[in-house]
């Protein structure tokens, strides 16, 4: 698929205007379709042109900004203006609301057919088609959890059509996407190989599904679908090594569903160089919270709040590997040498220029930067050719195990799930059992701190925050970071001042924050649209 998107140049024309949004765009049907469509090779480069930007990593690991895990020191980023509360239609913060995928995806599945059959036979038409209804079911899945009521398109507008186009339900938007991703599993393969390999997979279609059906409190169907990707003709495992599991060379393993793939220098991804400290030459861009770091369980197996073994000022002993492997905090080895954002004479202390303001930054991707220092996964970490995941296998079992719990369904496949999450051989938590967690409740909370450990940095605890209603419970107050004090250069020892942390800003949470305002430059365009209550 990497090789692949280098058709996305035979159809730069074509794309021209599809760059912006489907509110302000010119019709595509203007562009001469009766010369564009007459070989497969004219389909599938159409094609990878739908797959261009449908995800990018920089959504996928900025998104823990705005929620309670990170924190973006830089205003004009915009993340930090929705996570504070400070969000309006003329400001959002963050947007998400394109309709750009959608448009392309529309403009193919309106004129695929137009290919002689001599030239792309219907099966590997069909395939085709699935995957670009998936590609806009992805889209219109973020869209309606975040915007709520969204435009609705299923084919290509022209302009004055796009920029009448009102608000549909998000009812109806959800169950379109589930039925598309039902109807469209079963024409997509189980794998790929050669340079198809990022192609959109049956699995991938059920693992949406999954997703969006969990997000919406559809249980029972919920249920009924992570089932079907942990049974045959799936194979997904969880790779052994949690660490290794975002280092490139591990791409493509079988604990992956989804993911972003990026090519060296032709679509190269460097959000990655973002996230690094300073002294590792990075803008530290995304910066974990200490709430996202006191998340994580002691290896008791019990939170820190229940473990009379847990040293306040020692808070990294003895803790759920994952968070070692998640976050780069003070004292850590990592690069040669130990991080320290918190003596005085450090290039990373907290409040320098482009170090954290936590003094934590996120280490998924980073675990060694060398890495991408080599022609496969780029020259250097700012142009990588690596990828991104999206959805993969530990998050379909804690989804599997939190519908059974919300179900009220709970059985020993529930505490099973959890456990093959938490056992993964680098990781060795305690299992969970029912003389531990006995019930509902219990299990509940069981399930959204190991959510919050699993999948930090993924972009996902918005969506959690959001369905959970927890926004007043943890976007409200002080960003918090580390506590201060010293690192000892020879061997990483911390010496710390109790309740000494730095404060990196402050949040404040409204309810209207659960939907996303629209901006207002869409208002310009189409005055049929309606905004969300409170902005």
């Not at 913060?93 to 995806?105: A, D, F, H, L, P």
């Not at 005085?344 to 998924?364: C, E, R, W």
């Amino acid at each position: 698929m990497k090789k692949k998107l280098i058709y996305i140049l035979l159809t730069a024309a074509v794309f021209t205007g599809c760059k912006k949004d489907i509110l302000n765009t010119k019709p595509l049907d203007q562009y001469s379709n009766s010369t564009l469509w007459a070989s497969k090779a004219d389909a599938n480069a159409a094609l990878t042109g739908c797959y261009s930007g449908w995800e990018s990593g920089d959504n996928v690991i900025y998104d823990d900004c705005i929620s309670d895990n990170g924190i973006d020191q830089f205003p004009w980023e915009g993340y930090e203006t929705f996570a504070s509360g400070l969000a309006t239609a003329t400001a959002p913060g963050v947007n998400k609301y394109s309709y750009t995928t959608i448009q392309r995806c529309n403009w193919f599945l309106d004129n695929v057919d137009k290919v002689p059959s001599a030239s792309l036979d219907n099966t590997l038409k069909t395939r085709m088609k699935s995957e670009a209804r998936f590609l806009r079911a992805y889209k219109y899945a973020i869209l309606s959890q975040v915007y709520g009521d969204v435009p609705f398109p299923l084919h290509n507008l022209s302009t004055d059509e796009a920029n009448k186009l009102q608000r549909t339900p998000k009812a109806q938007v959800v169950d379109f996407v589930l039925q598309e991703l039902a109807s469209i599993a079963p024409s997509l393969p189980v794998s790929y190989s050669g340079s198809d390999i990022g192609r959109i997979t049956r699995g991938a279609a059920l693992a949406l599904k999954a997703r969006t059906e969990l997000f919406n409190a559809k249980y029972t169907d919920c249920i009924a679908t992570t089932q079907q990707l942990m049974t045959a003709p799936f194979n997904y495992t969880l790779f052994p090594d949690y660490e290794g599991l975002f280092r490139p060379q591990n791409s493509n393993n079988a604990e992956v569903i989804l993911d972003v793939q990026y090519l060296q220098n032709d679509n190269a991804e460097w959000v990655l160089g973002a996230a690094l400290p300073n002294s590792s030459g990075g803008w530290s861009s995304m910066a974990p919270t200490q709430a996202l770091v006191d998340a994580y369980e002691t290896t008791n197996g019990k939170t820190i709040q229940q473990d009379g073994t847990y040293n306040a000022v020692q808070p990294y002993t003895n803790r759920d590997p994952r968070l070692d492997a998640t976050v780069i905090r003070p004292g850590l080895s990592y690069m040669g040498s130990y991080f320290d954002p918190i003596s005085a004479s450090s290039s990373d202390l907290v409040g320098n220029n482009n170090a954290s303001p936590t003094g934590y930054n996120f280490k998924k991707y980073l675990a060694n930067i060398d890495d991408y220092n080599n022609t496969a996964y780029g020259t250097d970490v700012w142009n990588t050719g690596g990828s991104i995941i999206v959805i993969r296998y530990a998050e379909i079992l804690l989804t599997y195990a939190e519908a059974k719990i919300e179900a009220n369904q709970i059985d020993a496949s529930v505490y099973n799930a959890i456990n093959l999450v938490r056992q993964r051989p680098t990781v060795n938590m305690p299992a969970v059992t029912s003389a531990i967690y006995p019930d509902q409740t219990s299990l509940r909370a069981l399930i959204r701190r190991e959510r919050r450990a699993e999948l930090a940095g993924e972009g996902l605890r918005w969506y959690d925050i959001q369905r959970w209603k927890i926004g007043a419970d943890v976007l409200n107050g002080d960003v918090k970071g580390c506590l201060k004090g010293s690192v000892n250069p020879a061997n990483g020892a911390l010496t710390l001042t109790p309740n000494s942390n730095f404060v990196a800003g402050s949040r404040t949470f409204d309810p209207k924050n659960y939907l996303w305002p629209i901006p207002q430059k869409e208002f310009d365009i189409n005055h049929s649209l309606k905004q969300n209550p409170g902005y």
